[in-house]
């Protein structure tokens, strides 16, 4: 369906997901949402096992088709990309944990900033799962009118 109004479907399972785990507690009673998470804990450890293992089997076909010179475009690429994502999380994370405290006198007393190395190692750690991949999956099939090298991901 979002594909046919010119969306993601991956962006749209993401988005369903976010608004049922926001919404859930309205729908659900607390003894249940007790009950079911442990089960659910382990079923979303299975599917994010299982995703990685399907992307893993599409990377042997993407691999086979690419020659040099695509490798190293998109090696470039994937290092642009990284280092942009990186100094972008590390902006957000020194923003989000200075700026408040530099803007609301009352905020800085009441919660001191921390030293900068605990949040320099923050900025390392929150980039990571099935949310990222999913990230990656929204990326378009066509770039520059030349196709994405995919192997058919039927998740496109």
């Known amino acids: 369906m979002p594909e046919a109004l010119g969306g993601s479907g991956v962006l ?51 691999i086979d088709n690419l020659d040099l ?3 190293q475009h998109l090696a470039l690429a994937a290092a642009v990309v990284s280092a942009v994502i990186i100094a972008v999380r590390f902006v957000w994370v ?29 900025g390392f750690t929150g980039i990571r799962g099935v949310v990222s991949l999913a990230a990656a999956l929204s990326i378009r099939r066509r770039s520059a009118m030349r196709p994405f090298p995919s192997a058919g991901c039927c998740c496109w």
């Open 12 to 62: 749209a399972t993401v988005t369903a997901g976010l608004f049922v785990s926001w919404n859930g507690p309205r729908f659900i009673s607390p003894a249940t949402r007790l009950q079911g998470f442990f089960v659910w804990g382990l079923v979303n450890y299975l599917i994010e096992g299982v995703i990685f293992l399907l992307m893993g089997l599409q990377a042997v076909v993407i």
């Open 69 to 71: 010179a695509e490798w």
């Open 94 to 122: 020194f923003t989000v944990t200075y700026l408040p405290r530099l803007l609301w006198p009352p905020f800085a007393r009441r919660d001191p900033a921390p030293p900068w190395q605990p949040v320099f190692v923050i």
